[in-house]
């Protein structure tokens, strides 16, 4: 294989020609005429392109940029309104990490993000690869940036047969030994935009790469089949219930859930726990009835089917549990409790 050096130098000249245009990306040409990327910009993309696409975080992204373009507006913003804008992007842990970190760079660093992967790890929900994205794109440190289409070039390019997750570790060392010390931020964008557009999970435009030459799976044939994969078990099911309830007057009987666990900090329908049956007291006595249809949605570890009880509530009443919410926003629902109301909407009223 090619010296390191040579094929990093290959692979800067062609992301100066094909780097993709991202609203948080500061494109080549403008780096070379001195503009500096945002370190606010840089984290609060690698935070919401966390088991997330490209394509489904562009207009968080902005709108997020247009509500709070500061992480000191954002760490003053009101946990209830982000998660809302949050809704969809799902992992809201990742949202609740969010403020807890935008707030500890305004009170306890003066609202700049540190240039150094240790230091970036010690703030709430900066783990390894977050760190390094930062470290290496925001103040071109010569970090190594490891995410799924990295690994998925790596492997080819050096034939890595190993399957993942076991290959992690070399597929991390190569990519390590490979990064440059000239414009790291760059290539480290570099990389991840060849294994998005030319070096693809399935076929691969392997005419178009600028390490063709060099790749050694595919001089033996094999690049598409690789990185190999361990096979995954499969996931469970569990079964629930979501009671919906709107009262005379048009408010919405919604809970908040607890800020730890699934869905930590967000409104949804009362229900009870997600188990092996589907269970759960109603949160106030009414004429509840089953509307004969359930919510399908899947989790990271698990399937979810979510039986859906539905009631007119009297103006006064006075639930076990949750609060009524008069305004109700659908679009500020956590997914699987829009897919809910969208089912149950028709059987009690209510907005688009």
Not at 154 to 178: G, N, T, V
Request: proline residues 8%; hydrophobic residues 45%.
């Amino acid at each position: 294989m090619r010296d390191a050096g040579i094929l990093a130098a290959e692979l800067l000249d062609w992301y100066d020609q094909h780097a993709r245009d991202l609203p948080w990306r500061v494109s080549p040409a403008d780096r070379r005429a001195g503009v500096q990327p945002d370190p606010y910009a840089v984290w609060l993309s690698e935070v919401m392109l966390q088991q997330t696409t490209v394509a489904a975080v562009q207009g968080y992204f902005t709108r997020f940029t247009e509500l709070w373009p500061t992480v000191e507006a954002l760490a003053a913003a009101e946990d209830a309104r982000v998660m809302g804008e949050w809704a969809g992007l799902g992992y809201y842990a990742r949202a609740r990490n969010l403020l807890k970190c935008a707030r500890v760079v305004t009170a306890e660093l003066g609202g700049r993000f540190p240039d150094t992967i240790e230091r970036l790890r010690a703030l709430p929900g900066i783990g390894p690869y977050t760190s390094a994205a930062i470290a290496a794109i925001a103040f071109d440190r010569p970090e190594a940036v490891v995410d799924g289409n990295v690994e998925r070039v790596m492997a080819r390019l050096h034939r890595i047969e190993a399957p993942l997750p076991k290959a992690k570790a070399e597929l991390r060392a190569r990519a390590a030994e490979m990064t440059p010390l000239a414009r790291p931020g760059d290539y480290a964008q570099a990389v991840m935009d060849l294994g998005a557009t030319v070096c693809t999970a399935r076929s691969p435009a392997c005419g178009l790469c600028p390490w063709r030459g060099a790749c050694r799976a595919r001089a033996a044939g094999v690049a598409s089949g690789l990185p190999r994969r361990m096979a995954k078990p499969p996931k469970p099911t569990r079964w629930g219930l979501a009671y919906i309830g709107r009262r005379a007057d048009g408010a919405w009987l919604l809970e908040r859930r607890p800020d730890r666990g699934l869905l930590g900090g967000m409104l949804g329908w009362p229900g009870g726990d997600w188990g092996e049956t589907a269970e759960g007291l109603p949160p106030v006595a009414a004429d509840w009835r089953d509307i004969g249809a359930e919510v399908r949605h899947t989790f990271t570890h698990f399937h979810l089917r979510l039986g859906l009880r539905v009631a007119n509530l009297p103006q006064h009443c006075e639930p076990a549990r949750g609060e009524f919410i008069a305004a109700l926003e659908p679009d500020d629902l956590p997914t699987v409790m829009r897919k809910a109301y969208d089912l149950a909407r028709a059987e009690l009223g209510g907005p688009v």
